[in-house]
């Protein structure tokens, strides 16, 4: 099946400080990318849809300046939390839609990123 | 719209078949029902998906009742490494970004 991978897998950083999360797909275009966000006990909360060569979409109440993302090839997304509180630790996950595929599914998940934010 | 409902939790023992319900009774007609689960600390991963018909794939079986307002996920012999949270989801199509809900957190026990 397709992969998609993230880096860093978990990550640690001081209050006030940006964190550069990238997500990539590995062995297909995707020129759409989503990222979530999961509190411990909680579900997966989508934050945003990320398209290349355009401007990501962001669900309610998800700030667009605290979260950018960028999406500038059909392999590789980045979301960078901007000057980062302890509130944003989270795991943080990300999936790549594979158009090319027929079938079972289109999306496909990463493994996820731990921020611990002191 | 109104999303689908789960058990909180479930227990299943090792070696036995682990039956996970979902109410849907909101779906509309052209919409698939798809469940997912994730391992702890791990990235959500697909299992199986259908419109009206059962299906059946390597990891599981599905079958959605015939007014198809509701659905049971079949892991026919549950193994440790089946514990999980599985999501259950509606959408149109594979195209549409995911929306998940609380799921159902299965336990299999030695």
């Known amino acids: 099946g397709a992969v998609v991978s993230q880096h860093p897998s978990r990550v640690i950083c001081k209050s006030g400080t940006s964190v550069k999360i990238e997500c990539r797909s590995l062995?297909?275009?995707?020129?759409?990318m989503f990222w979530y966000r999961q509190f411990p006990k909680q579900s997966l909360m989508l934050m945003a849809t990320?398209?290349?060569?355009?401007?990501?979409?962001?669900e309610q109440g998800v700030e667009k300046d605290k979260f950018l993302i960028n999406h500038a090839s059909l392999t590789l997304s980045t979301l960078t939390v901007t000057s980062a509180h302890p509130e944003d630790s989270s795991f943080y996950i990300c999936?790549?839609?594979?158009?090319?595929?027929?079938?079972?599914?289109?999306?496909?998940f990463g493994p996820g990123t731990r921020l611990t934010v002191l | 719209d109104a999303k689908t409902t789960q058990p909180t939790s479930m227990d299943c023992a090792e070696g036995r078949a682990a039956n996970l319900p979902c109410n849907h009774s909101?779906?509309?007609?052209?919409?698939?029902v798809y469940w997912y689960r994730q391992i702890h600390s791990q990235g959500p991963q697909y299992i199986i998906h259908?419109?009206?018909n059962n299906e059946t794939n390597e990891m599981a079986s599905l079958i959605i009742t015939e007014d198809r307002k509701s659905s049971t996920l079949i892991l026919p012999h549950a193994t440790l490494r089946d514990t999980a949270v599985y999501y259950c989801?509606?959408?149109?199509?594979?195209?549409?970004?995911?929306?998940f809900g609380p799921g159902t957190s299965l336990s299999v026990i030695p």
């Open positions: 999936s790549a839609r594979d158009l090319s595929r027929t079938g079972s599914d289109t999306q496909y």
């Open positions: 062995d297909f275009q995707a020129t759409t």
């Open positions: 990320s398209n290349e060569g355009s401007k990501a979409t962001y």
């Open positions: 909101t779906i509309s007609g052209n919409e698939y």
């Open positions: 259908g419109l009206k």
């Open positions: 989801i509606k959408r149109e199509t594979s195209y549409d970004k995911v929306i």
